[in-house]
């Protein structure tokens, strides 16, 4: 097990779930993942059942725009929040830093409200983020 407040693998792409499944960070950047749809959902149904406990953000990018919001959803009791439904996060992206204060729309609430994810296809790439509201105090 890896624990880290933060951690950024900036290739990414030999990270696979088990792997990720290791990690105990509060907050996970990885960029250029080979993940699959069929590989966060598994890892969010994990996080679910108590699977890194530490974490309150995790930001997955991907060199593919091919990603099915239904696959990563899949099984999962998800609400689709309104567009314009906003909240306000701190977001620790380096322990040398003040987190950083930003406001996310829509995206899913998955467990009961206890986090969103934001799903974002893009111009050949996908964007998974994940914020875990019970760390977070959202106001």
Known sequence: M??????TVFSSARLTLD????LNSR??????????PKELNRFLKHWMKGSN??????????????VSEDAVLE???ARK??????RSVEILYDIAMEPSRETIRGGYDIKEGK???LLKNGDRT?????????LYNPT
Do not use: H, R
Request: proline share 2%.
């Open 19 to 22: 792997d990720l499944l290791m």
């Open 53 to 66: 406990p530490n974490l309150k953000y995790l930001k997955i990018q991907m060199n593919t725009d091919d």
């Open 126 to 134: 996908f964007c998974f983020e994940m914020f875990v509201w019970n």
């Open 75 to 77: 099984g999962m009791d």
């Open 81 to 86: 929040m309104m567009a314009d439904e906003k």
């Open 27 to 36: 907050s996970t950047f990885l960029v250029n993942s080979t993940l699959t």
């Open 2 to 7: 890896v624990n880290q407040d933060i951690l």
């Open 115 to 117: 986090a969103t994810i």
